[in-house]
């Protein structure tokens, strides 16, 4: 393989970032791949470890690590997983002693963000809910051609505004955001936009009931090996 001049930790099969080793067992740099960050890429990670001695980062950081340990639990010699992410959400939520949690879904998906929005509020939250549509701005605002709507050209459609949504999440000055079902793309500006914390409970996937993984799952079979095909 030809040596790569950037990160490729996909292509790794060594993990020398993760040993098994005994505790006092330092990390093999010298053994990992050419194209280890480790190797390439310390500047960027020394700025990474800067950025972890903010109190409110360390924090955020260890009760994370805290919530990621209690998913699993070891039963006789096996490790098992306890909790769906839901709970993890809430659980670190309640870690942090966050109040107001902001909640930005797709349209597509207004039951299931009903349903979650009780269940934050069950839990003691507030919820401040946004959903896609927020605005009511036609799509041929942003250039849309009658053709190119969803539910055809005679229909009004309103343009999808994640940037509104993110907007009213700054101005709210939530704890902590939880994405819903955005769409690919529209996730993107509402993560570029959005200045409050943010995590993903679930991402739009129209075929698929919402779990993308499944497409690569299936991608060296029949169903979907058009993925692996080379263009």
Request: charged fraction near 25%.
């Amino acid at each position: 393989m030809e040596a790569l001049q950037f990160p490729a930790c996909s292509k790794c099969g060594k993990r020398n970032c993760h040993p098994r080793g005994a505790v006092d067992i330092p990390v093999d740099i010298k053994g990992a791949p050419s194209f280890c960050p480790m190797k390439i890429d310390t500047d960027a990670l020394n700025k990474a470890w800067e950025e972890y001695q903010q109190p409110e980062v360390l924090e955020f950081a260890r009760q994370a690590s805290i919530q990621e340990f209690q998913c699993y639990e070891w039963i006789g010699n096996k490790v098992i997983t306890r909790i769906p992410r839901l709970e993890e959400t809430i659980q670190l939520a309640q870690k942090m002693g966050y109040k107001k949690l902001g909640l930005a879904f797709c349209l597509g998906l207004a039951s299931e963000a009903l349903t979650l929005d009780k269940i934050l509020q069950n839990k003691g939250f507030e919820v401040v809910s946004v959903c896609c549509k927020a605005g009511g701005v036609a799509k041929e605002k942003i250039g849309i051609k009658p053709e190119e709507k969803i539910r055809g050209p005679a229909t009004y459609e309103s343009m999808c505004n994640p940037i509104g949504q993110a907007e009213i999440m700054n101005k709210e000055m939530v704890d902590w955001v939880i994405l819903l079902g955005l769409c690919v793309g529209h996730d993107t500006l509402f993560l570029q936009y959005c200045k409050r914390p943010v995590t993903v409970l679930a991402v739009k996937d129209r075929v698929l009931a919402h779990n993308p993984l499944g497409a690569l799952y299936l991608a060296s079979a029949f169903y979907y090996s058009r993925l692996m095909a080379k263009d």
